[in-house]
Each structure stands twice: as structure tokens, then as C-alpha cells.
């Protein structure tokens, strides 16, 4: 019996925060013209560097290019970006940025530009050495 209430309160508890997620999706996503509109300047940028949306969802946008692909997600009152890469030289390679809801967009692009420079620079390295980065030297 006791199972029964404990599983009542947790499917409560997700219906809940569903609707207020909703809501706030709406009041700061929907409202404003939805991702697309909303961040139309960041995915210009990620536009610029040869990606093209393949998915759009009311609080997620996927982008991808040949060896990139890029997630944007509205969760709670941030917009989480996901880049992950896969080049010969660099490997298979993930990188997460967390702005805050109302972040500046130059801001967001300046920080997504600054980790592309220094994969360049990575990579220019790894060519002139002839020889594969191992990002894995931690142990």
C-alpha cells in the first residue's frame, strides 16, 4: 500500500514540474518567437561554420555538419549548448556550454568561437608534429 502512494506522489511530483516547465518554455521561448527567433543570432554564427538545422523542437534545436553536431537545449531557466566533434586527427570530442536565460548571444558566440580557435590550433599542431592528440593524460 505503501508503494502505491509512494509512486502517486512521484508521478504528482513529474506532472508538476512538466506544467511549470511548460509554462516557463512558453513565457520565455514561445512568447519571444520560439529558439529560432529567440537565438537567431547564435544560429546564424552555427549557420556561418557550415552546420544546418536538422531538428526543431519548441525548447531544442539540433544542428549538424559532416563531422559536427551541435544540440541547443531551453532547460529550466538556462540554454545548454552541446557541441561534439569527431575529426580524424582530434578524436571524438565534447564540449558543453550552460548560459543563463537572457546571456548575451556575442557573448555565447564569442566563447563557442574561442574553443573552435583553440581546435584549430590543436589540430594544426598535431599535423605538424604527425602525430594524434591524447586528451586522455589525466591517469
Not at 500500500?1 to 506532472?15: D, E, R
Not at 540554454?79 to 556575442?106: A, I
Amino acid at each position: 500500500m505503501i508503494w502505491i502512494l509512494i509512486v502517486a506522489v512521484v508521478l504528482w511530483l513529474f506532472f508538476k514540474f512538466t506544467k511549470e516547465q511548460n509554462k516557463h518554455i512558453a513565457s520565455h521561448v514561445t512568447n519571444y518567437g520560439g529558439m529560432e527567433q529567440k537565438y537567431d543570432l547564435l544560429l546564424e554564427f552555427l549557420k556561418g561554420a557550415g552546420m544546418q538545422i536538422t531538428k526543431m523542437g519548441k525548447n531544442n534545436i539540433e544542428l549538424k555538419s559532416n563531422n559536427v553536431n551541435c544540440l541547443i537545449y531551453y532547460i529550466g531557466t538556462n540554454l545548454e549548448v552541446l557541441l561534439v566533434s569527431n575529426m580524424p586527427q582530434l578524436g571524438c570530442q565534447k564540449k558543453k556550454w550552460v548560459f543563463p536565460d537572457g546571456y548575451p548571444q556575442e557573448k555565447m558566440i564569442e566563447e563557442i568561437d574561442n574553443y573552435a580557435t583553440w581546435q584549430v590550433e590543436q589540430m594544426l599542431k598535431a599535423s605538424e608534429n604527425n602525430q594524434y592528440i591524447d586528451y586522455d593524460e589525466r591517469y
